[in-house]
């Protein structure tokens, strides 16, 4: 009995550490993305891209995808330069850190402010290099058309 009080101790024990581990790693996550945000309302480019790979991939609402950070970045000046109104705000609903906490899957919804959708869905893919949460891919599904643009 006395050994197996100690083997579910320890197994708590593991579930509560490795929950903690997670729950940093979410908060951090959940930080970056509202920092994002915020860089978007700004409409500063390079707020938005410090969370980027060099190799980071997007997928807007309407299918359109680029590669790149450079280029990802290029596109993001131009829409602010011909949008000057336009703002997007992503909230996650779930965010889940991979078993060797190097990788982690977030998804939520995102709302297009002046755009040519008020929104819908998205996923982003999170890698951390050297202990940083970075961005690798973000894919977002225009699921509420904007009849105004």
Sequence with gaps: MKLLFIFLFMLVFHFAK???MHSNDIATIKSCRAASNDAIARHDVDGIAKYWLDDFVQIIGRGIYQTGKDSIAASWKTLFKSNPQVAYVRNPGEIEVSDNDTLAWESGKWIGIHSYSKGGNYAAMW????GIWMLKAELFVSLKANKQQ
């Design 127 to 130: 890698i951390k290099r050297n």
């Design 18 to 20: 490795s929950q903690n």
